[in-house]
């Protein structure tokens, strides 16, 4: 989170899991898997995706897991016309996961266990993003989080949460508590089935 102050003093509280790094004003994200990281900027006008999903939906994606002699599938059943219907998200094969690139995961890798290496991958996305001075908070969240949640959502929720009257504190650590608390509320809320961390 990046909170300016009223006095314009800007306080940072940033997050260095996931592969997550603030130096020098430039932000840099190395991503594996489907946890996000967004930003606000001048005031929650903007909403700036610093990450991207590594899903089997995602082109890139797709094909990296094709080249390597992966698949990708969706579960079916017959409903009662007879017809096939798809159900839940893509999947990749070997490994069953809904993402392309994760840590672990021996099935989808090691071959004495059926799996394929480089179709499930830990390389991650490395991206930079020069920080300016209009940029508000950055949020880092699990899926659980974005499965039920837009980016644009979660930055409102999120401002709405710090400018209420109840909430109006000195204390950017208690400030962040908060909005954070209110995100995974409203998620739960939501009913999101997956991990949910803020």
């Not at 409903?79 to 998200?89: K, L, T």
Request: proline fraction near 4%; hydrophobic fraction near 35%.
């Amino acid at each position: 989170f990046f909170f300016q102050a009223e006095d314009g003093i800007r306080d940072p509280l940033w997050s260095r899991g996931l592969g997550d790094v603030y130096k020098r004003q430039i932000y840099y994200n190395a991503n594996v898997g489907d946890s996000r990281s967004i930003l606000s900027r001048e005031g929650g006008s903007s909403v700036i995706a610093l990450s991207e999903d590594h899903r089997p939906n995602v082109e890139e994606e797709r094909k990296r897991v094709l080249e390597n002699g992966g698949h990708i599938y969706q579960r079916a059943f017959n409903d009662d016309s007879g017809s096939n219907s798809h159900i839940g998200p893509l999947r990749v094969h070997p490994g069953g996961l809904a993402i392309t690139r994760a840590f672990g995961n021996p099935f989808a890798k090691l071959e004495q266990l059926g799996g394929k290496p480089n179709v499930i991958t830990a390389i991650p996305t490395i991206k930079s993003n020069q920080l300016i001075e209009s940029d508000d908070f950055m949020i880092i969240a699990s899926d659980g989080v974005y499965d039920v949640m837009q980016n644009r959502e979660i930055i409102d929720l999120i401002w709405l949460t710090s400018k209420m009257e109840y909430y109006k504190e000195k204390d950017i650590n208690k400030i962040c508590g908060y909005a954070v608390n209110a995100l995974l509320m409203n998620v739960m809320n939501k009913g999101s089935m997956d991990n949910v961390s803020a």
